[in-house]
Nanobody, 124 residues
Framework: VQLQAFGGGLVQAGGSLRLSCAAS????????VGWFRQASGKEREFVAT???????AYSESVKGRFTISRDNAKNTVYLQMNSLKPEDTAVYYC???????????????????WGQGTQVTVSS
């Protein structure tokens, strides 16, 4: 599976962006796909994930503001980001894995495939 993340950019605080993660390869619908982010000088952190059955999970810092969704016909997962804050500034990565158990969905190490990242910058 190859992943390509895009849709990042510069936005003012309070604004919105939608990230996309396009996947190539078969059986994409069976994969768990997650979004992680890494701010400058910080460790990579979990943002959101969606399982094959469309169950979702979010970090507390984005819950209620971000929405993850998937379109299996287009092999794409989206991250709609609303009410953006300067602290959301980071490089955002999408990742995919198969057979990820629910207790591991927030761990980066559980995902086998990673996209190249897209920069999101939120100005105050």
């Amino acid at each position: 599976v190859q992943l390509q993340a895009f849709g990042g950019g510069l936005v003012q605080a309070g604004g919105s962006l939608r990230l996309s993660c396009a996947a190539s390869g078969r059986s994409f619908s069976t994969y768990t796909v997650g979004w992680f982010r890494q701010a400058s000088g910080k460790e990579r952190e979990f943002v959101a994930t969606i399982r094959y059955n469309r169950n979702t999970a979010y970090s507390e810092s984005v819950k209620g503001r971000f929405t993850i969704s998937r379109d299996n016909a287009k092999n794409t997962v989206y991250l709609q980001m609303n009410s953006l804050k300067p602290e959301d500034t980071a490089v955002y990565y999408c990742a995919a894995g198969n057979g990820i158990i629910m207790s591991s969905m927030t761990r980066a190490g559980a995902y086998n495939y990673w996209g190249q990242g897209t920069q999101v910058t939120v100005s105050s």
